[in-house]
């Protein structure tokens, strides 16, 4: 039995729209292939013996049912943005399941967005049904999440900070147009990367397709993959054609194994 890997299943890899959006007609959004349809980002990250999500989007319920999953140890945040906390309230499932809390890690910026969109959560009088959270405030050190060790990797969307994570040799950053060259140095030496790439034309928050291959190309990961994309960047196949060998778009459901 293989008692040593990472494993990486990709939720979702759309921006915060979705794909396909609502009311658009575009020949992304009415493709009929499954790879142009994009839930909200997010991913499982599991070892043998750890599982936890980075993120849970408005389609969180959804995306674990399609996998599934009957088993989460914590969830783990990037930042504050609807798009990645507005499913936190299903984890009451979890709760029930498991019959223990829901282990809860982010920064302190996201942890006090937690707490003004979940109130009813902290209030000092709660009542029954509602989910059962530990919240765990990280910062930039290292921390264990059961089995696995997770680095913390400051990236900035316009102005905001917004944590990637290095998992052994795999990295995952979302939400992000810079990255200081101090912590490219923590990303440099993954064997995998996954980085968000929005469209092809400049966007005031995100990496550009171009700007994320430069990048990629930059810090010299062999394999790479984009996520949080919009459906104006183009259709999954299409994009896939002109990238550079060892960088491809991620497509839900993409599931990725490191040993």
């Not at 223990?100 to 890690?105: I, L």
């Not at 029954?128 to 910062?139: E, W």
């Not at 997770?150 to 052994?168: A, S």
Request: include cysteine.
């Amino acid at each position: 039995m293989d008692s040593s890997y990472l494993q990486i299943t990709f939720l979702g890899t759309g921006t915060s729209s979705g794909v396909p959006m609502i009311g658009c007609d575009c020949d992304v959004c009415t493709s009929s292939d499954p790879n142009d349809n994009r839930l909200r980002s997010s991913i499982l990250v599991e070892s043998p013996t750890t599982s936890f999500v980075i993120d849970t989007t408005p389609d969180f319920r959804y995306q674990m049912l399609r996998i599934h999953n009957k088993k989460l140890d914590a969830v783990l945040f990037t930042h504050p943005h609807k798009d990645h906390i507005a499913g936190l309230d299903d984890v009451r499932a979890y709760n029930y399941l498991q019959q223990k809390p829901m282990e809860v890690f982010a920064n302190t910026l996201t942890i006090e967005s937690l707490k003004r969109e979940y109130h009813y959560v902290f209030a000092d009088k709660t009542y029954p049904g509602i989910p059962q959270i530990n919240l765990n405030t990280i910062s930039q050190t290292p921390f264990f999440i059961g089995d696995i060790y997770v680095i913390p990797i400051l990236v900035w969307h316009l102005n905001m900070p917004v944590f990637g994570f290095r998992m052994n040799d795999f990295t995952y950053i979302t939400d992000a147009n810079r990255i200081d060259e101090i912590e490219k140095e923590k990303i440099k030496g993954s064997k995998i990367l996954v980085l968000n790439a929005l469209r092809k034309e400049n966007h005031i928050s995100h990496f550009t397709l171009e700007q994320a291959v430069e990048l990629a190309t930059e810090l010299e990961v062999p394999e790479v993959y984009f996520t949080h994309i919009s459906h104006q960047l183009g259709k999954h196949e299409e994009i896939n054609k002109v990238l550079p060998q060892h960088i491809r778009l991620a497509h839900d459901g993409l599931t990725l194994k490191l040993h």
